[in-house]
């Protein structure tokens, strides 16, 4: 009973290709940003300069440091040195936690002001400030579910890990959630600034 | 060679787990695809149904059998089904998945575990679609299309039918993951790129299209579902938002999708030809990059359904020349199967009748296409009766025959038993005349300007629309003859040895039914191309 044996470099071109169809579907967000901040760009220039830009600083960082610890979990499994792989998967979890407090403080503020998809506030303000916010919530609401699933799927390789499934012989699974999370990472790089930056700098 | 057969049930008996659960909790690529097979074949008569409700209501001007609110529900529900339930995962979700693996000489596909979800994800979302029909606002009206600002406002349940076809498109990726990973990575030895099967090479292509595109009709559908749900007002001109958008992201994906539909059709027929022709496929490399041509170029002319809709000029023109680029590589296979033909040894058995029908009418589907790619007569084409025709001929009669071929030749091979051929040629027949005349009817009346999605029309068009309902009576008669001979065949067919029709390509060395791992305990060499039939002789049955 040979049928599942093992191709570590099948499995991480599988998961490649499963990479790059995150990247379009969040590319269908970034294409509808881009029509609406070219037609409102005064629009988005004032709602951007609404959002908490020390918040999304800080989230940058906090992502970008869990890129890295996650890395070094790799590094770490790769030289057999379990406690240290397990305690880097750990911390990981810990800031994409962290990330996530953050969010939920920046989405209740501006909850608590009358800013969300649907709200009576947003459906009388200007037609590209209402457009700017509900893209907002819907980019970086479905980005945060993507650290919700990450946090699921690192939690779930740590466990696997302890039981010695995944291992110095055999990381692949690490790895893979390693490649995903970089990925999720790498979509806030570019929703960060889309949102919080680069529309300031468009006063028509 | 009969005798021994007859006990034999290969993969159906052999296995981890025994009764439901060894089909429910299968990884193995054979059983993913009988359980595909099955599901699809219902989803299609349940469909077919709605579409003979469709042509009846049209058989007269006025009411016939439905108001407008049913008969726009019945439309949408038929198109629902028949693209994301029937055409887009049929041949490469059943016959892609029980054969691929055999086709490149490998025991499964790379992730086993993936396909089984990938199937549970189809029969999630085609629980979803089906309920969206029965529950809420009643069922979506909004043609499958999904065009906003309707489809945004209706109170009907499109909500549920979205998140059905956004579900659909997980399973398509996943499956589309699993081959490309498949082809790349589990080829035998000396199955080397200029020795795989031409319907591989269109499942590759395919499943290229799948991974790339269908992310876009995910995000499209949420973003309708997330309209639906808060009103943002994104596609909503009224509120800033830009309607036509809308319609770029869907067609991003959606006309691609069409080449997921063909494409593997193509395959089938590639295979089917050389068979029953006793030669060589013609022109391989030229089949195999204009696979890949398809795919590409497929994927940049999705505009061209938008050509009424108030895109700039230049948008058009540029739109449509790449529209008539896509017909250089499909007119290049039309070529090739047609000199495949030329001084063949040609036996019409019931496969080859399908085949040759599927490249008759695809061939008409594909100049009516470029009667609607060029923008001058689309203008007055569009949203027609002509359009109904053209896209039936194409998907239809197109991919929907090349499943029937596929059924025809393989089921010999999924169940060990053949079917009875008489039968087969009648219904073959009966589908053939009623599906030309239905849709030729319907493309007919379509240029005289029968508009699409009414269950009203003027008079003058009584005429036209009573012969095609004529023809969708004599069409599902055959289908329902058709059906009903093969599931006999299953039943008590006479048994098959391992290569029933002579083929060449790996899957008629092994048993019919294959066994477990496919191939037994020695991993196969391949040592010469899928078309060579030198010493290839076909097993008497
Ligand atoms: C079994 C025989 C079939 C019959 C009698 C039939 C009949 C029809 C008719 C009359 C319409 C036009 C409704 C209108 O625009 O007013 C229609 C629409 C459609 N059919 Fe079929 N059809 C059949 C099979 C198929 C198959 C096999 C496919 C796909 C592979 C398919 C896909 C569609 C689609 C996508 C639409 C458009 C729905 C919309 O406008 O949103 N049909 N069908």
């Known amino acids: ?177 390693t490649l995903y999370w970089h990925l999720v990472d790498l979509i806030w790089i570019f929703v960060f600034p889309l949102f919080y930056l680069i529309p300031r700098g468009f006063h028509g | 060679m009969t005798e021994t057969t007859l006990n034999y049930s290969g993969f159906y008996t052999e296995g981890p787990r025994k009764g439901i659960l060894g089909w429910l909790l299968t990884t193995d690529h054979k059983r993913i695809g009988i359980l595909y097979l099955g599901c699809i074949v219902v989803m299609f008569l349940i469909a077919m149904v709605l579409g003979l409700a469709i042509r009846l209501e049209l058989i007269a001007p006025g009411k016939t059998i439905m108001g407008p609110q049913a008969y726009n529900a019945t439309f949408t529900v038929h198109g629902i089904i028949m693209i994301f339930l029937f055409i887009i995962p049929s041949i490469v979700a059943a016959f892609g998945n029980f054969l691929l693996p055999i086709h490149i000489g490998a025991r499964d596909v790379s992730f086993p575990k993936l396909n089984l979800l990938s199937w549970y994800c189809y029969v999630a979302g085609g629980l979803l679609a089906i309920a969206s029909i029965f529950t809420g606002g009643g069922a979506p009206d909004t043609g499958w299309t999904f065009y906003v600002p309707f489809s945004t406002q209706t109170t009907t349940n499109v909500n549920l039918a979205v998140l059905g076809a956004f579900i659909l498109g997980f399973s398509s990726i996943l499956t589309g993951i699993n081959f490309v990973t498949t082809i790349h990575r589990l080829r035998a030895k000396g199955m080397t790129w200029g020795r795989l099967p031409m319907f591989v090479w269109t499942l590759y292509a395919t499943a290229w299209i799948q991974i790339l595109a269908t992310p876009m009709l995910g995000i499209t559908l949420v973003l309708v579902f997330l309209e639906r749900i808060f009103g943002a007002g994104l596609f909503d001109a009224a509120r800033g938002g830009d309607p036509i958008l809308y319609q770029h992201l869907f067609w991003i994906y959606s006309h691609p999708a069409v080449y997921i539909m063909i494409l593997p059709g193509m395959g089938v027929v590639s295979e089917i030809i050389p068979t029953f022709a006793r030669k060589p496929l013609f022109g391989y490399w030229a089949m195999a990059i204009s696979s890949l041509a398809i795919a590409f170029a497929g994927s940049l002319v999705w505009a061209h359904h938008m050509y009424a809709s108030g895109m700039s000029d230049l948008a058009v023109l540029v739109f449509s020349f790449l529209t008539f680029i896509v017909a250089i590589p499909s007119a290049i296979k039309v070529f090739n199967w047609i000199s495949t033909l030329y001084k063949g040894s040609i036996e019409l058995a019931p496969p080859m009748l399908f085949a040759l029908a599927f490249i008759f009418q695809f061939a008409i589907g594909g100049l009516g296409g470029l009667a609607l790619g060029a923008a001058a007569s689309d203008v007055h084409l569009h949203d027609t009766s002509f359009v109904v025709g053209h896209f039936h001929y194409t998907m239809f009669g197109g991919a929907g025959f090349a499943f029937f071929a596929a059924l025809h030749f393989w089921l010999p091979k999924f169940t060990g038993r053949m079917y009875r051929h008489k039968p087969a040629v009648i219904a073959w027949g009966l589908m053939f ?35 095609a309902t004529v023809g969708s009576w004599i069409l599902a008669a055959g289908i329902l003859l058709m059906f009903y001979n093969l599931w006999q065949g299953i039943r008590r067919g006479r048994p098959v040895g391992n290569n029933p029709w002579g083929g060449a390509t790996l899957e008629w060395q092994i048993p019919s039914p294959p066994p477990l791992e496919n191939f037994g305990a020695e991993d196969p060499v391949v040592t010469k191309g899928p078309y060579d039939y030198k010493g290839v002789v076909a097993d008497e049955y």
């Open chain 2, 433 to 467: 005349v009623g599906f030309n005349v239905l849709y030729m009817s319907m493309q007919a009346v379509g240029i005289q300007g029968m508009p699409r999605r009414y269950y009203d029309y003027l008079p003058e068009f009584q005429a036209l629309n009573l012969v």
């Open chain 1, 1 to 177: 009973m040979s049928i599942e044996h093992r191709d570590d470099t099948g499995a991480r071109f599988g998961m490649w290709l499963f990479l790059y169809t995150e990247v379009i579907l969040f590319s269908g967000l970034f294409v509808l940003f881009a029509m609406t901040q070219a037609r409102f760009p005064e629009h988005f220039a004032a709602a951007s300069a609404g959002l908490n830009t020390t918040i999304g600083t800080l989230n940058t960082f906090v992502l970008l440091t869990s890129s890295l610890t996650l890395s070094l979990s790799v590094t770490a499994l790769q030289l057999n040195k379990i406690r240290q792989s397990l305690l880097f998967c750990s911390g990981t979890v810990l800031l994409a936690v962290i990330f996530l407090v953050n969010k939920y403080f920046e989405w209740s503020t501006e909850i608590s002001h009358g800013i969300y998809p649907g709200s009576d506030h947003l459906a009388e303000s200007a037609p590209g400030t209402a457009a700017f916010f509900n893209l907002y919530f819907f980019t970086t609401g479905l980005h945060g579910l993507h650290i919700f699933i990450g946090i699921v799927l690192i939690l779930t390789v740590t466990g696997m890990i302890i039981r010695g499934k995944v291992s110095a012989e055999c990381p692949v699974l690490l790895v893979n959630s």
